[in-house]
């Protein structure tokens, strides 16, 4: 019998696979924690780096834990739950200090305890995927599979609120129900304060004969039954029509916010609380201040900036974020003192940036790729004689991040180039038992 090579894990990686190095090779190990000597075997092997699975784990790490979930290993939406919750944090801080210091060259000066939140029931956006496998016994609803594009078979989740938990069985009955069974590929989630909408993607025209199931299922569960038959314009209410409108409310700051249920809103409520009040008491926003909220979305950073008395801009991509950011300022009177565009911020410019007028502070919020040609608008710190030039930049930035590289690479420019110190940075667990990694860092001008 063929011996299995062995492996010593030294740190885990942006997908949460134990990394190790064995004859001059980096393995990626899935199923593998940090310290721990593991026997794996590969299935991608390229010249430099091979793709492996764990065999047998020789010495466990003490953090090693069992998953809550039964479907863990074969369901694609977590990658973690083999680790204790407070390991997963630490790993997750190693990964934000190494990343900030091999891609961007800075150490933060301090780094910040850990936001965290619930660990389980705190997704209340997710999108549910649908296929009819009848040799899989009928129709599936769930995440991925791990590493594939097959839907995952599974009957429960645990990182969902327990009442969609509940909601899995039922809805693939719903669907094997309908006469849009095979037309049907995705079930969009949202929760809010006071309302839970299912949106259906579909294909082809709902039947006649569809109608009794989709509104005894909304009425069984509570829930509303919304379709999308193409773009986001398409989405709309099927049954009930004059149910509530989903919202979330920061009761700190005495706001709440209308949304829709495809729009972009932070996928955990409860930590989207404490994220806010780190936030704010990092931006320290006064009265008479100017301060940008870059990727403002519908203003989840803006209105709490703007309680302060300050007055505030907030720049956005999407259109329907930026009218329902409106609404909401004009539903909490905060009108007068905040200001909404919708702009292309990848496509930033100093010209640009300079039309915009001066902040005392700013607030970046991007999506995954980083804000590189905001950060890029500052003036150098140094012209290319080396001699220090005057800075109109902002004398704050706050930045949540949703990609630790990105954040790196954003701040090597902030502070190598713009002449800003990465005062601190810090995790938030905003995604429990994945390898994502939500991050906040202050920079301070000088
Ligand atoms: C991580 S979300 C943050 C939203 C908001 N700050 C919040 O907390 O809800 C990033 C936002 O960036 C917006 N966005 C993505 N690409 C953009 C671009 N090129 N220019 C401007 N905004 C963009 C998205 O629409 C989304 O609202
Ligand atoms: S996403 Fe849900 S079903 Fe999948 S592993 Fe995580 S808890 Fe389990």
């Known amino acids: 019998m063929q011996t299995l090579p062995i492996a010593q894990i030294e740190s885990l990686d942006q997908e949460g696979r134990g990394v190790a190095h064995v004859d001059g090779k980096t393995i990626f190990i899935d199923g593998a924690l940090i310290g721990e000597t593991v ?39 977590c990658a973690l739950q083999h680790l204790d919750f407070s390991g997963q944090v630490a790993a997750k801080q190693r990964l934000l200090e190494a990343d900030m210091w091999h891609i961007g060259r800075v150490r933060p000066e301090t780094m910040m305890p ?13 999108r549910l995927r649908v296929r009819h496998v009848p040799k899989k016994g009928g129709v599936l ?50 929760v809010g304060e006071h309302a839970t909408v299912l949106v259906l993607r579909i294909l082809e025209a709902l039947q006649p004969q569809d109608t009794p199931h989709l509104k005894a299922f909304a009425d069984e569960h509570g829930v509303q039954i919304w379709t999308q038959s193409k773009g986001p314009d398409t ?64 203003g989840n950073f803006t209105l709490p900036i703007a309680r302060s008395g300050a007055s505030v801009l907030g720049m956005e991509g999407s259109a329907s974020l930026v009218a329902r950011a409106v ?26 940036l300079q039309t915009l007028g001066s902040f005392d502070k700013w607030l970046i919020d991007p999506p995954r790729d980083g804000a590189l040609d905001l950060v890029k608008s500052l003036p150098d710190a140094v012209n290319e004689e080396g001699v220090p030039q005057a800075l109109w930049g902002p004398e704050r930035i706050v930045y949540v991040s949703c990609n630790p590289s990105t954040l790196a690479r954003d701040a090597g420019v902030l502070v190598n180039l713009k002449g800003y110190r990465l005062r601190a940075a810090g995790v938030i ?18």
């Not at 667990?429 to 000088?446: D, L």
Request: proline share 9%; net charge positive.
């Open 39 to 77: 026997t794996f075997k590969s299935h991608r092997s390229k010249k430099s780096y091979e793709v492996a699975n764990v065999v047998d784990v020789l010495t466990p790490s003490g953090l090693r834990t069992k998953p809550k979930c039964k479907h863990f290993g074969m369901c694609g939406g």
């Open 114 to 126: 850990p936001i965290y939140g619930p660990a389980w029931g705190y997704r209340h956006k997710a």
């Open 141 to 190: 609803v769930g995440f991925n599979e791990k590493a594939s594009s097959y839907v995952a078979h599974m009957d429960s989740c645990e990182v969902l609120p327990p009442k969609i938990s509940a909601l899995i069985v039922p809805l693939q009955q719903l669907v094997a129900k309908l006469s849009v069974i095979n037309q049907l590929p995705q079930i969009e989630v949202a």
């Open 235 to 298: 989405v709309k209410p099927f049954y009930p029509l004059d149910g509530p409108g989903l919202s979330y409310s920061l009761p700190e700051y005495e706001l709440t916010y209308p949304f829709k249920p495809t729009e972009f809103t932070q996928v955990n409520p409860h930590i989207n609380r404490v994220m806010l009040r780190r936030a704010m008491q990092l931006l320290d926003p006064q009265k008479n201040e100017r301060i940008a909220d870059f990727f403002c979305g519908l």
């Open 327 to 352: 609404e909401s300022a004009a539903l909490n009177g905060l009108a007068g003192q905040v200001e909404f565009r919708e702009a292309d911020l990848f496509k930033m410019t100093p010209e640009l």
């Open 429 to 446: 667990n905003m995604f429990p038992h994945t390898a994502h990694v939500e991050s906040i860092a202050w920079f301070e001008r000088g």
